[in-house]
């Protein structure tokens, strides 16, 4: 273990003294060196720091700012989904209606102490089982590996070999298919969106050894998927039924029963997650519309309601898709948001019913500048209020290397009390490059994770507070240096005890109160 550290050690410490393409080489050879070592791996692995260089992490500031006192925020209790992990818990969006929020706190700024660990890939979506374990999902450049962690030491407790990417197809820093929107059920099972076109439900075992995954059920939905697609996500309904979309916009379902699956082909490509609602509807962005979905009498996918938003028909830096980049977030019992690919870009807020009386718009507000306005992240919701944060800029690891970062901004925009508009709240100039921000409801924070640009040419992430009032930075927090603490598209989670948690290129970072 110690020869393959300080390998990597040597390579990170040379990112900013080489050009961005012998950089970017150089982590690919350290990640399949280190997926290599790993797929052999024993349980009980204590875990190594991803590697940074200690002259980087002397010269920039470990602390700013000044630790919190709690200002609770209050929001609408999310509905539980009966067959979902507890909300907070279940999975990357934290509960079925995508809200991104928690109703505990997180690190309040006290002492904040980090760890972290080297995985030779991004542990970016991160559930929470009924033991308090991180039970995550790690993509490495062969594909995704679902990992159990200790969430106090991130001790790694067990891992399971998910099904491999295609060699050459894809581009390894964008392509979230294949396990990167995973869930975790009501009875501690990982439900997996596969490379090979199934739907995998992997419980946990244990043993002599320790804890453990196996593959329980598997479902096969590749009939309805044509050559090059891809299962981007599945969800449940309240009743059970698993929902999936895929790449190039096949929506179906599967009864978890008989296997049986129903499908309809909108057409139109996905490239994000889904919602669902306790009425039963179903919630989809492609990168022409706006949906809700519902089943038919045979379970069947049904369109409610479509709406087109607007779109200048480009991928602008920091998106992945020609369209909205946003999971739609449910807020309430009333209303569903997105951000559109307009520039500049809009929050667009629709009435979620099936039926509604007048316009199914609430709202279209511009947020960032124009020239200057994408986000490939999904929006923070509570009852009235969004939180919307700009990733303009983020082309992929390499536009924040030598110092770089991505344009400025994030913003809150709120619902008025009558429901019929919204109005922009407070706008924040900290630069989140990718990673999807979080709310606690129980601090009244806003957790990013933040990179200002540096002329000397160091590369310092900071997990960032922001006052969800006001959007004063309250504090910021280094996170580490150099290339393998890059989030890239990665969500800041907030485990139950108020451990704050990143994935990051080069594995899993931990921030907590000392």
Same mark, same amino acid.
């Given at each position: 273990?110690?020869?393959r550290?300080n390998?990597?050690?040597?390579i990170?410490?040379?990112? *900013?003294?080489t050009?961005?393409?012998?950089a970017?080489?150089?982590?690919?050879?350290?990640l399949v060196?280190?997926?290599l070592?790993?797929?052999?791996?024993?349980q009980?692995l204590?875990?190594?720091?991803i590697?940074?260089?200690?002259?980087?992490v002397?010269?920039v500031?470990?602390f700013?700012?000044?630790? $919190?006192?709690?200002?609770?925020?209050? @929001?609408?209790?999310? &509905?539980?989904?009966?067959?979902m992990a507890p909300?907070g818990?279940?999975?990357?969006?934290?509960? $079925?209606?995508?809200? +991104?929020t928690?109703?505990?706190?997180?690190?309040?700024?006290? +002492?904040?102490?980090?760890?972290?660990?080297?995985?030779?890939?991004?542990?970016a979506s991160?559930?929470?089982?009924? @033991? #308090?374990?991180i039970?995550?999902i790690?993509?490495g450049?062969e #594909? &995704?590996r679902?990992?159990?962690?200790?969430a106090?030491?991130?001790?790694?407790? $067990?891992v399971?070999?998910?099904?491999?990417?295609?060699?050459?197809?894809?581009?390894?820093f964008?392509?979230f298919?294949?396990?990167?929107?995973?869930?975790?059920d009501? @009875?501690?099972?990982?439900?997996?969106?596969?490379?090979n076109?199934?739907?995998?439900v992997?419980?946990?075992?244990?043993?002599a050894?320790?804890?453990?995954?196996?593959?329980?059920r598997?479902?096969?939905?590749?009939a309805?998927m044509s050559?090059?697609?891809e299962?981007?996500s599945a969800?449940?309904?309240?009743?059970?039924?698993?929902?999936?979309?895929?790449t190039?916009g096949?929506?179906?379902?599967?009864? &978890?029963?008989s296997?049986?699956?129903?499908?309809l082909?909108?057409?139109?490509a996905?490239g994000?997650?889904?919602?669902v609602?306790?009425?039963?509807g179903?919630?989809?962005?492609?990168d022409r519309?706006?949906?809700?979905l519902? &089943?038919?009498?045979?379970?069947?996918?049904?369109?409610?309601?479509?709406?087109?938003?607007?779109?200048?028909g480009?991928?602008k830096p920091g998106q992945?898709e020609d369209?909205?980049?946003?999971t739609?977030?449910?807020?309430g019992?009333?209303y569903v948001?997105?951000?559109?690919?307009a520039d500049?870009?809009?929050?667009?807020?629709?009435r *979620?019913?099936?039926r509604v009386?007048?316009?199914?718009?609430?709202?279209a507000?511009?947020?960032?500048?124009a020239?200057?306005?994408?986000?490939?992240?999904?929006?923070?919701?509570?009852?009235?209020?969004?939180?919307?944060?700009? +990733?303009?800029?983020y082309? #992929?690891?390499?536009?924040?290397?030598?110092?770089?970062?991505?344009?400025?901004?994030i913003?809150?925009v709120?619902?008025?009390k009558? #429901?019929t508009g919204?109005?922009?709240v407070w706008?924040?100039?900290?630069?989140?490059?990718s990673a999807?921000?979080?709310?606690?409801?129980?601090?009244g924070l806003?957790?990013?994770y933040?990179?200002?640009?540096?002329?000397d040419?160091?590369?310092?992430?900071?997990?960032?507070?922001?006052?969800? *009032? @006001?959007?004063?930075?309250v504090?910021? *927090?280094? $996170?580490?240096?150099?290339l393998?603490? +890059?989030?890239?598209y990665?969500?800041v989670?907030l485990?139950?005890?108020g451990?704050?948690?990143v994935?990051?290129?080069g594995g899993?970072v931990?921030?907590?109160d000392g």
């Amino acid at each position: 273990m110690r020869s393959r550290a300080n390998g990597a050690a040597g390579i990170t410490s040379r990112f *900013r003294r080489t050009g961005v393409a012998a950089a970017l080489s150089a982590v690919l050879i350290v990640l399949v060196g280190v997926v290599l070592t790993n797929s052999a791996v024993a349980q009980g692995l204590a875990p190594t720091p991803i590697p940074q260089n200690p002259s980087d992490v002397a010269a920039v500031a470990a602390f700013r700012g000044s630790p $919190a006192l709690p200002k609770p925020v209050s @929001s609408p209790t999310v &509905p539980q989904n009966p067959f979902m992990a507890p909300n907070g818990r279940s999975n990357l969006h934290d509960d $079925a209606y995508m809200t +991104n929020t928690y109703l505990w706190s997180g690190p309040l700024g006290n +002492n904040v102490q980090t760890l972290s660990t080297f995985q030779g890939g991004e542990c970016a979506s991160l559930t929470f089982d009924s @033991s #308090g374990r991180i039970v995550g999902i790690c993509i490495g450049l062969e #594909g &995704p590996r679902l990992a159990m962690f200790d969430a106090r030491n991130l001790e790694l407790l $067990a891992v399971m070999s998910l099904p491999p990417r295609s060699l050459g197809t894809g581009n390894p820093f964008t392509d979230f298919s294949g396990g990167g929107y995973f869930y975790l059920d009501q @009875s501690d099972r990982a439900v997996i969106p596969t490379t090979n076109g199934q739907i995998w439900v992997v419980g946990e075992t244990s043993g002599a050894t320790g804890p453990g995954f196996a593959l329980q059920r598997s479902y096969d939905v590749s009939a309805s998927m044509s050559s090059g697609d891809e299962i981007i996500s599945a969800l449940p309904d309240w009743s059970g039924r698993i929902w999936f979309a895929t790449t190039k916009g096949v929506v179906g379902t599967v009864d &978890p029963v008989s296997g049986a699956v129903k499908t309809l082909d909108l057409g139109e490509a996905i490239g994000n997650s889904f919602s669902v609602d306790k009425t039963g509807g179903v919630f989809m962005v492609t990168d022409r519309a706006m949906y809700r979905l519902d &089943p038919a009498h045979d379970g069947s996918p049904m369109v409610s309601w479509r709406q087109t938003y607007p779109n200048i028909g480009l991928v602008k830096p920091g998106q992945t898709e020609d369209g909205s980049g946003t999971t739609p977030n449910l807020m309430g019992s009333n209303y569903v948001a997105i951000t559109d690919n307009a520039d500049p870009m809009d929050v667009i807020v629709y009435r *979620r019913a099936k039926r509604v009386s007048g316009s199914r718009v609430v709202c279209a507000v511009p947020v960032f500048s124009a020239g200057s306005s994408s986000t490939d992240n999904s929006l923070i919701g509570t009852g009235r209020s969004i939180i919307v944060e700009n +990733n303009y800029g983020y082309t #992929g690891p390499s536009a924040t290397l030598n110092g770089a970062s991505t344009a400025a901004g994030i913003e809150r925009v709120d619902i008025n009390k009558e #429901g019929t508009g919204c109005a922009p709240v407070w706008y924040s100039t900290e630069r989140a490059p990718s990673a999807v921000p979080k709310l606690s409801l129980a601090a009244g924070l806003v957790y990013a994770y933040t990179k200002p640009p540096r002329s000397d040419g160091i590369d310092a992430w900071y997990l960032t507070a922001l006052s969800f *009032r @006001s959007g004063e930075t309250v504090y910021e *927090r280094l $996170a580490g240096t150099g290339l393998g603490f +890059n989030s890239n598209y990665a969500p800041v989670s907030l485990g139950p005890d108020g451990t704050s948690y990143v994935g990051a290129l080069g594995g899993l970072v931990l921030l907590r109160d000392g």
